[in-house]
């Protein structure tokens, strides 16, 4: 998990900020995990680091994924490559369903049991915890 910087958490509380007044925590959450997963795809990332490459031909690569991004997660793309963040989208991501799980009343948690629990034992444990 990494650990998220002052800026990263400057821009998830932005986006929550943004987010939950409009009723758009899952469409957030899904663009956030959109756009780190394209920054940590290898090749990408490469090419988006690379200040040899011009600005526009980096932009058209982002533009050309409308598959992956909406238009708000194109924009936020953008934001990222333009502010030299682009390191720091999956811990954006992370501290977003962070503020949101707070917001929601959510509180994660892992479980550890000393037999391989059957799928229909998890989910009498997830019922009863809830």
């Known amino acids: 998990m990494p650990v998220a910087t002052a ?12 987010a939950q007044p409009a009723d758009e ?3 957030w959450s899904r663009r956030l995990a959109s756009v780190a997963e394209l920054f940590d795809d290898p090749h990408v990332a490469a090419v988006l680091r690379n200040p040899t490459i011009p600005a526009d031909r980096r932009d058209a690569l982002v533009a050309s994924a409308p598959h992956v991004l909406d238009p ?3 924009n936020l793309a953008r934001l990222l490559i333009e502010s030299d963040r682009i390191e720091e989208a999956r811990a954006i991501e992370e501290e977003f369903e962070r503020l949101a799980d707070e917001a929601a009343g959510r509180v994660r948690a892992t479980v550890t049991t000393a037999t391989v629990a059957t799928r229909l034992q ?9």
């Open 72 to 74: 708000e997660g194109t």
């Open 7 to 18: 800026a990263a958490k400057r821009y998830a509380k932005a986006i929550f900020e943004l």
């Open 122 to 130: 998890q989910l009498r444990r997830r019922l009863a915890a809830t």
């Open 25 to 27: 925590m899952e469409a």
